[in-house]
């Protein structure tokens, strides 16, 4: 997969903890010695399974298509691990493949939906997991109807925006990273941020009702 | 010091991406306005990066994690290992001599059913051939008109046949014809538009 000249004439950074896993992951599949690279890789995932569910949550809105997108994710990157470039961080490689994931079953959920019958439009609602102390129903309907207007304006954003708005600020990475992760130049990934900002503003601002 | 206001893309910058700068610093701690602007966002920014997570992490739980967590670890398992030949039909090992497993019982339920449909078959094909090689003489039921008193007390024309005789196919056609014209099925008339044709609906 190669990477655009905007994100490889950046600075070299010392590597991360996770970068520094890859590479040793590499290391042990390129040696022959498979069993223990799966274990460390174990590891890896462990560090990087929440980010990676974040992400893909927020390009997916389904659950088990974000299952199965991050698994995919995984699984690719273990079987390319070799193909892994020790200089560049290991997030920017993963998250370029987790958001080629998410568009790869977009892409036949749509094929999928086109031909389906509708069902029940809650039935792929997430389970809400109840959180102590209980608010009250009034203040429960607000924040449902505030987290609905958030998540409508979010997926009101035109795909490029919506990505790199949500690896910018959900998955916390860096325009320079951002840039590597989707093969766009950093100027670029700027103007799509503002861009996404500018209208989240316009659909969204307004003192909350508390 | 008189400095601008910041513009939009600025706060924005200095949000999500930029440190301010020190005369930035200063703006803002002297400007009301533009420290409330950018208040403002940043707290849209963080609510909408609170409302993407908090909705993903209940999503997939802990527990939900470690389960997927397992399902990779197995499914790297079993990559790159030569893929497991499956024996077909299915429980017999690849060198071993095809003999029937069906137990005696099912064989004979097997013969009946087989044995059933022959027949079936053949008395399909003759069990309506009723002329015995007389063409054009076809038993049919046929009816013999008789006159009801009861209707005819009511002042109706209509009459009620009566199953009487085997008659030939000309016969059964030139009755079937009279039927037609009747005055009776002329109130049938309506129906037969509705009814499709055969050929309409081929």
């Known amino acids: 997969m190669p990477l655009t000249a905007a994100g490889a004439s950046a600075a070299p950074a010392p590597l991360s903890r996770d970068s520094q896993l890859a590479a040793e992951i590499k290391g042990l599949v390129v040696g022959g010695e498979r069993d223990a690279a799966r274990e460390r890789y174990g590891e890896l995932v462990a560090r990087q399974q929440r980010r990676a569910v974040r992400i893909a949550y927020q390009y997916l809105r389904d659950v088990h298509d974000a299952d199965e997108a991050v698994q995919d994710a995984f699984i690719k990157v273990f079987t390319h691990i070799t193909s ?120 969204l601002q307004r003192e909350p009702r508390r | 010091m008189k400095a601008s206001h910041l513009s939009d893309d600025r706060l924005i910058e200095l949000c999500v991406l930029d440190e301010a700068s020190a005369t930035e610093h200063q703006h803002l701690a002297a400007c009301a306005r533009c420290d409330a602007r950018r208040v403002r966002l940043q707290r849209l920014l963080d609510e909408v990066s609170d409302t993407a997570t908090a909705a993903a992490d209940a999503a997939f739980t802990t527990d939900r994690l470690t389960r997927q967590q397992a399902r990779i670890l197995a499914h790297l398992q079993h990559e790159g290992r030569p893929a497991r030949v499956i024996a077909f039909p299915a429980g017999r090992a690849p060198h071993e001599p095809v003999v029937s497993r069906t137990r005696p019982g099912s064989r004979w339920i097997a013969a009946a059913a087989v044995a059933g449909l ?85």
């Open chain 1, 84 to 203: 892994y470039r020790e200089d560049l961080p290991f997030e920017v490689w993963f998250t370029r493949i987790l958001v080629n994931a998410c568009l790869d079953l977009r892409k036949s959920r749509s094929r999928r939906l086109r031909w389906a019958v509708p069902m029940s439009s809650t039935g792929d609602l997430p389970p809400t997991d109840p959180v102590a102390p209980e608010p009250s129903a009034e203040q429960r309907l607000v924040s449902r109807e505030r987290t609905n207007e958030i998540t409508a304006a979010v997926e009101s954003l035109p795909a490029r925006q919506r990505t790199v708005f949500t690896l910018c600020h959900v998955a916390e990475q860096t325009t320079a990273e951002v840039s590597q992760a989707l093969g766009l130049s950093e100027a670029t990934v700027r103007v799509h941020l503002f861009r996404a900002i500018r209208k989240l503003r316009r659909l």
């Open chain 2, 118 to 202: 022959v027949v079936g078959a053949i008395a399909g094909r003759f069990g309506h051939d009723y002329s015995f090689g007389r063409p054009g003489a076809a038993r049919v039921i046929v009816a013999r008109t008789v006159e009801q008193p009861e209707l005819r007390a009511n002042g109706s024309t209509a009459t009620v046949r009566e199953v009487t005789a085997s008659i030939s196919d000309d016969e059964l056609l030139n009755q079937l014809e009279i039927a037609i014209d009747g005055p009776a099925a002329a109130a049938l008339q309506p129906i037969d538009d509705l009814t499709p044709r055969a050929w309409e609906i081929r």
